[in-house]
């Protein structure tokens, strides 16, 4: 009963709830049958992108990629459940266990590695990053080049503090919150590269599609998207992009 007297290891890093004995995890018997089914592959996906489509409608973010700076998004996990809590866990408290948890199905969700020359993290403003003392999309993209074997490279830096995308409640207020945010990063090249993009979650992919315009003019070939988790949300115009398809309590 020695794992009862540590605080870190009796409460489950997801739920926070008293966890049990599960021998190599920090969770709890619930919140790890989760982890394992709650693969981001059901209900009607776009193809490309990983949206939540109608029948018969088109895919609402695909359409606003005008000039398709993105081509195709892998994530293991909608944001929800105990991938949603980890993930916060991670971004508000900084512990790594969280990201060491995400970051093998992230690895997994990539059908061919050898596709990507490079991990590329969405950066951090220099402010937001003295904060937190660390980048959460580094973290992920550290621990999956090591299960890839691809490299990281910060090719882009924020050179602008912007307000956290979470009070964004609109598409619109999403994207002019990041336009122009990114720059690339001091002596940076990737012409002629294939890169991956690493985020914790995608939402509206505001934030990704002001990532990948900067790439593409630094002269990359092709740019995808590897995320935790997918927000579906509504992407639509003044509508509210939070909270709205996934509200439910644990199943």
């Given amino acids: 009963m020695e794992w009862l007297l540590s605080p870190e290891g009796a409460l489950c890093l997801s739920c926070g709830r008293?966890?049990?004995?599960?021998?190599?995890?920090p969770l709890c018997p619930a919140c790890a049958r989760e982890l394992v089914r709650a693969p981001y592959g059901r209900g009607m996906l776009c193809p490309r992108c990983k949206s939540l489509i109608r029948p018969g409608k088109p895919c609402a973010f695909c359409a606003r990629d005008r000039d398709h700076l993105l081509g195709e998004t892998f994530a293991p996990y909608r944001y929800h459940g105990a991938p949603r809590s980890l993930v916060l866990t991670l971004k508000?408290?900084?512990?790594?266990?969280?990201?060491?948890?995400?970051?093998?199905?992230?690895?997994?969700?990539?059908?061919?590695?050898?596709?990507f020359d490079a991990?590329?993290?969405?950066?951090?403003?220099?402010?937001?990053?003295?904060?937190?003392?660390?980048?959460?999309?580094?973290?992920l993209a550290e621990l999956v080049g090591?299960?890839?074997?691809?490299?990281?490279?910060?090719?882009?830096?924020?050179v602008r503090k912007t307000a956290r995308q979470t009070d964004q409640r609109t598409l619109r207020e999403r994207t002019l919150n990041v336009q122009d945010a990114f720059a690339?990063?001091?002596?940076?090249?990737?012409?002629?590269?294939?890169?991956l993009l690493v985020d914790d979650v995608r939402t509206t992919g505001a934030t990704v599609?002001?990532?990948?315009?900067?790439?593409?003019?630094?002269?990359?070939?092709?740019?995808?998207?590897?995320?935790?988790?997918?927000?579906?949300?509504?992407?639509?115009?003044?509508?509210?992009?939070?909270?709205?398809?996934?509200?439910?309590?644990?199943?």
Avoid: H, W, Y
């Avoid at 690339?184 to 890169?195: D, E, I, V």
């Avoid at 900067?214 to 995808?224: C, D, K, N």
């Fill in 92 to 115: 508000f408290r900084g512990d790594a266990r969280a990201a060491a948890l995400l970051a093998p199905a992230m690895a997994r969700s990539l059908r061919d590695p050898s596709a």
């Fill in 146 to 158: 090591v299960q890839t074997g691809l490299p990281v490279r910060d090719l882009l830096v924020r």
């Fill in 184 to 195: 690339p990063a001091p002596g940076a090249s990737c012409q002629g590269k294939r890169l």
């Fill in 18 to 25: 008293l966890r049990g004995q599960l021998s190599g995890l």
């Fill in 209 to 251: 599609l002001s990532c990948a315009r900067v790439l593409r003019q630094m002269g990359a070939t092709e740019i995808g998207l590897l995320a935790a988790c997918i927000a579906p949300g509504l992407i639509k115009g003044q509508k509210k992009v939070v909270g709205k398809v996934f509200r439910k309590g644990r199943r």
């Fill in 119 to 139: 991990l590329v993290p969405v950066p951090l403003s220099a402010q937001r990053l003295r904060e937190r003392g660390f980048n959460q999309a580094r973290e």
